[in-house]
């Protein structure tokens, strides 16, 4: 603003008045364009790769921290692909190595400790598309998983039957979605606080209670008063079905004719500020070259397909993780009741 108005005071002094505006005009762009970032610049400087991982596990993305003789590491699907992006980042730098630094906290903490220049990216099953109240200043790449959504699974098979029943009759134009939010009215619905299964809970399940976790352990563990509907990212739900066993007493919730009962779409995409814009350009370079050869498809069927163990594939290849004094990875899970809306 400063250029500008020295340029108007000159062409007021000089009776040069012609075509003034468009001057003035151009020095408010010029003077409004935000700087490039030189992030990666910092990166290649350092050699270091900042990044965020939930301490609360969404599984197959995010493992819980396992503990060895090595220290802590983590693992799981999102830690390959920083992984990928640390060795793309090393080629970018001339060939410096680029170490990946996970930083394990708590998921809350992530947009802020970002937006505050601790982390250069985070990732974490994070969907783009879900309003975000903390959203404000962040970048979202290209989706590495995309066509997932939010997806339910309950405890006894009455509460599949009652939802399949609420949504027998046809739904006219723009019903669909408003019947199945209604089918779970007056049910007992447990999310991940947080999450965008909590955001889209407190905003669109106005007849269900809502009971807030801060994992999705303590979700199918509570008791008082007892979840009948768990409602998450649908990939992640399907994992924890096939292999978590305290949850052999729990179901997907589907449709009449088995298709899945979804409340949105979701595409998990990195996380990283708005200002990073040579950094968001590698990153979506990296997600293009991942998914043109393959790789991210293989990726997938690895962590989602294959039987493995978590803990073996922390130790052997696990990331080290940097773990906060004021993050315990094995304190308990905690519920409670959200207000009455």
Not at 47 to 76: A, C, D, N
Not at 229 to 235: A, E, S, T, V, Y
Not at 292 to 317: C, H, I, P
Request: net charge neutral; charged share 20%.
């Amino acid at each position: 603003m400063i250029l500008s108005h020295r340029i108007a005071l000159l062409c007021v002094m000089t009776g040069w008045l012609h075509g003034c505006g468009l001057l003035i005009d151009a020095a408010e762009l010029l003077t409004s364009v935000p700087t490039p970032s030189d992030g990666v610049d910092v990166v290649c400087r350092h050699g270091r790769l900042h990044v965020g991982i939930s301490v609360e596990p969404y599984p197959p993305f995010v493992f819980p921290v396992v503990q060895g003789s090595q220290g802590m590491s983590v693992t799981g699907f999102d830690i390959e692909l920083v992984r990928q992006l640390g060795a793309a980042l090393s080629n970018y730098c001339g060939g410096k190595s680029v170490v990946v630094v996970p930083h394990v906290v708590h998921f809350r903490d992530l947009f802020r400790l970002l937006t505050e220049g601790h982390l250069d990216l985070f990732v974490s099953s994070v969907a783009y598309n879900v309003p975000h109240l903390k959203s404000a200043g962040l970048a979202y790449s290209a989706p590495y998983y995309p066509g997932s959504g939010l997806g339910a699974i309950a405890r006894e098979p009455a509460i599949v039957d009652r939802i399949q029943a609420a949504l027998a009759r046809p739904a006219a134009n723009g019903e669909a979605l408003e019947l199945r939010r209604k089918a779970l009215d007056g049910l007992t619905v447990a999310v991940q606080e947080g999450r965008s299964a909590h955001f889209y809970a407190a905003a669109n399940l106005k007849g269900a209670r809502l009971v807030v976790c801060d994992t999705l352990t303590g979700a199918w563990q509570q008791q008082d008063p007892p979840v009948d509907i768990i409602l998450g990212k649908q990939p992640v739900l399907d994992f924890l079905l096939k292999h978590e066993m305290s949850l052999e007493q729990w179901r997907p919730v589907v449709l009449k004719d088995g298709r899945p009962f979804l409340l949105n779409r979701e595409f998990f995409t990195v996380v990283m500020s708005e200002k990073s814009f040579r950094l968001h350009w590698l990153v979506n370079d990296v997600l293009f070259e991942l998914e043109e050869s393959g790789k991210l498809a293989a990726m997938q069927r690895r962590w989602f397909d294959e039987n493995y163990r978590f803990t073996e594939r922390a130790v052997v290849e696990g990331l080290p993780a940097v773990v906060l004094p004021s993050v315990d990875p094995a304190a308990p899970s905690r519920c409670h009741l959200a207000q009455a809306r």
